[in-house]
Each structure stands twice: as C-alpha cells, then as structure tokens.
C-alpha cells in the first residue's frame, strides 16, 4: 500500500497571501495524485489531477505541481471560499490511498 | 445535471448488515467505473471499493474484504454496496464516487461524488 503524508496538518494564512501545501508518497506515482477540496458538512470536490491538471471550472489561482513522490498545491491569492481540508490521493494502484489532510484557516 | 445520489445508510448494530445504493443520473453511467469512498467522523478519507464499468473488475481495502460486496446495475443506473458483519469501525459517511474518465477499466481521479449516507455502527 502506498502511503501518502501531507504536510501541514493545519496551515494559517491571511487572504490574498499564497498558500503551500505539500503531499509525499512512499513511492513513485508518476503524476498518478490529485487534490481535493472538502468545505464542513460537504462532499470532497475535485480540484487537480495529474499533479498538475486543474478539473472543470477550477480557478486559475489553484496550481499543481512535482512529479515522482514529492507534490505541491499552491493556492495563489487565498479568496475567503478557499478556506476548507484539502487532500490528496494517489490513483497509480489499488488500493488508492489519501492523505491525511490539511486544514487551511484565517489567519 | 451529472448527479450520484446515496441511499440506505442507517444505525445498525455490530454484526449486522446493511445496502447502500448510488443513483446516478445525467450521464452514461454505464460508461463509468465507480467508487465507494467512507470518511469516519471528524476523519479523512478512505477508499473502500471499485467496480469497472462492465463489473469485470472489482477491487476492494484490506479493511473491508470478506465482508462488503460492491455491485452494479447498469440498466437501473445504480452502484451497490452490501456490507456484513458491520463493526463500529465502519461507522462513517459513505460517498459514491465516479472515476474521471469513461475508460471502463483504469485508474482515475473521482471527479464527481455523491453527497452522502451514514452508516453508523453502534450497539
């Protein structure tokens, strides 16, 4: 099973700044990851797949990055609707495996 | 409207079982390959099972094999998991899920997932 470790467990950034969040998986996925965003009382949406496609109707502030086991969200200018968990999940083998999230709040 | 709509979650006590059922509408479901995702409260996310379009794949976790059973009915447009011997640690909410691309067959991000149903395992 691969295992996937995201960093930080909780990230606190003011809006308009740049927000960095980091996922690393126990071996190579190729650009097999995505991220999800998950709102309180909400089903996770899809944000970025193939480490660096944004889905439909994603915001371009929202970019992905790396390649391998090491793998990057960057969110550009934090809008207040940005606050939520995000997670990532490797879709390269059975069984798929997510991280443990990180929560990003107000600063 | 692409839609996954959940079903059947409920309080059941350890042991015993229970269906979830996944409606799906706006799409050709039977196109698809889907999924079931749980999320424990106050948890991340798990994946549980996939099927492939046509069925001839099915793949589950370590922590439910033996004991779910994930299905399919393509000319009801509808995904199936029947879960036995229910534990408290399968209490959750339980998300269908649709892979990204109608391949049939593969892996794939989930671009599209059901709002929902939990499942909650208590005596």
């Known amino acids: 099973e691969i295992v996937m470790t995201q960093s930080p467990a909780t990230l606190s950034v003011s809006p308009g700044e740049r927000a960095t969040l980091s996922c690393r998986a126990s071996?190579?996925?190729?650009?097999?990851l995505a991220w999800y965003q998950q709102k309180p009382g909400q089903a996770p949406g899809l944000l970025i797949y193939?480490?660096?496609t944004r889905a439909t109707g994603i915001p371009a502030r929202f970019s992905g990055s790396g390649s391998g086991t090491e793998f990057t969200l960057t969110i550009s200018s934090l809008q207040s609707e940005d606050f939520a968990v995000y997670y990532c999940?490797?879709?390269?083998?059975?069984?798929?495996?997510f991280g443990q999230g990180t929560k990003l709040e107000i600063k | 409207e692409v839609q996954l709509v959940e079903s059947g979650g409920g309080l059941v006590k350890p042991g015993e079982s229970l269906r979830l059922s996944c409606a799906a509408s706006?799409?050709?479901?039977?196109?698809?390959?889907v999924n079931w995702v749980r999320q424990a409260p106050g948890k991340g996310l798990e994946w549980v099972s996939y099927?492939?379009?046509?069925?001839?794949?099915?793949y589950y976790a370590d922590s439910v094999k033996g004991r779910f059973t994930i299905s399919r009915d393509n000319a009801r447009n509808s995904l199936y998991l029947q879960m036995n011997s229910l534990r408290a640690e399968d209490t959750a909410v339980y998300y269908c899920?649709?892979?990204?691309?109608?391949w049939g067959f593969g892996t794939e991000a989930f671009d599209i997932w059901g709002q929902g149903t939990m499942v909650t395992v208590s005596s």
């Open positions: 999940q490797q879709y390269n083998n059975w069984p798929y495996t």
């Open positions: 071996q190579s996925l190729s650009s097999d």
């Open positions: 193939g480490a660096t």
């Open positions: 706006g799409f050709t479901f039977s196109s698809y390959s």
């Open positions: 099927i492939s379009s046509s069925s001839n794949y099915i």
């Open positions: 899920a649709r892979d990204r691309g109608n």
